[in-house]
């Protein structure tokens, strides 16, 4: 039991040193160009809903456009590499937004296909965006649920 | 008289001759500071092929074909071949020295492998069990991704102590032919273990194991520091070196004037955008072969202890929790 609690001590007094010696990004910088990033992915969305919406569409309808030529645009821009380079240099401001999600799920794709359409595609193309799918549903299942009970007891009418 | 030394190293009674080395690249480590210096690369890190995979395989052909052409020596006359790679089940080395028909040993000692196939290599030329050995290893920057981290089109931030696996595959005839390189002696590392858990970090996971290689080393023959023109690792990168100075000063050693890192030597960080540096099989085998080798060839370094290190994780281990353990051997590389 000794024994191991030095180890531990010593483990963890090394873990504590690689630290102060690791450099790492700056947070400040980081957060500064993901908001233009991100920004500039929102700015192009909205331009195009202002679009749709002058054509004539719904506010739904046009919502459903803007999505899909997001998605249209990231994934284009992953297959011809030019995504991780806006995603290196922009961060969670490339990734958080629903480009950051149609890379995540192109890029396994493109990746696995030589490994064929069942075992590398199909097997592979969620590698990444799975767990988002799986945990986002499990959550929404969870909120539903709340909902309703709110609903059944009254505090939302 | 007895060829053992110490607790973990051989002093070879007659030591082997490294009588030929070969080197292939890919387009990043081309277009580094060594570019030049390379036997081949590659236009497009493909080699003419369809997968990453089976170009590292090729890689790894050509880069045994150059160190046979170069030496004269045709793939019949070497007794057994020592590879590696980091690809699951070896199949780099598998699949692509298959070809030369050369009896085989399949190795695994992640980026250290090359330490571990010339020290293979080098002690069964030196017990007389054959005169030609061949050693040799690669690693792929677009395989070693999508083994143990990401696609390659997949967008993320790396964070600045990753590194940079190099495309490239290194290849060394050993044998009793007579060279200016000899390696007369070797180290064999222990895995050691200070409990880091991130992979993204390996030059701390491998810098203790270099210290403990580099340590014994010098306790096992006797030496000093200073004894060394030299002292090379692997691919312990900007972060590793420091720690790896750090750890051998509180031992009472220092070899900051003389240590050297490949994985600090083959890319310009800063022009290359590669956060901690070179990594990967490939990197100190070509390293070795194309700028290593040649310096001690020409007396430039009379010896040189040449230390490749590896982080011996995968991606299971890692995401069950376990820390990465790092390994290190040395390997005596002298004028003659």
Known sequence: ?157 | MTMVRGSQSICFQEAPYVISAGSIVGKKEFEGPLGNLFDMSGEDNLFGEQTWEAAESRMQKEACVLALEKAGIDAKEVRYLYGGDLLRQGIATSMGVEALQIPMFGLYGACSTSGEALALGSMAVAAGYGEYMLAVTSSHFGSAEKEFRFPLAYASQRPLSAHWTVTGSGAFLIGKKRSHVRVSGVTVGKIVDYGLKDSQNMGACMAPAACDTILQNLKDFGRQESDYDRIITGDLGYVGQTILFDLVRKKGKDIKQNHMDCGMTIFDQQRQDTHAGGSGCGCAAVTLAAYILPKIESGEWRRVLFVPTGALMSTVSFNEGESVPGIAHGIVLEHC
């Open chain 1, 1 to 157: 039991m000794d024994e191991q609690e030095k180890k531990k001590r010593k483990e963890k007094a090394y873990q504590d040193y690689v630290k102060t010696k690791t450099p790492v990004h700056n947070v400040y910088l980081n957060m500064a160009k993901a908001f233009v990033t991100g920004g500039t992915i929102c700015v192009i969305g909205q331009f195009f809903m202002n679009f749709c919406k002058n054509a004539g569409c719904t506010e739904e309808i046009s919502g459903t456009w803007t999505s899909l030529m997001l998605v249209l645009l990231s994934v284009l821009l992953t297959g011809w590499n030019l995504y991780p380079g806006i995603a290196k240099w922009g961060g969670a401001g490339a990734l958080v937004p629903i480009t950051g999600f149609a890379n995540s799920v192109a890029a396994p794709a493109i990746e696995y296909k030589k490994e064929g359409q069942i075992f590398g595609i199909g097997c592979k193309i969620f590698t990444i965006a799975g767990p988002v799918i799986l945990y986002g549903i499990v959550t929404s299942w969870g909120l539903g649920l709340i909902y309703y009970l709110l609903l059944k007891v009254g505090v939302i009418v």
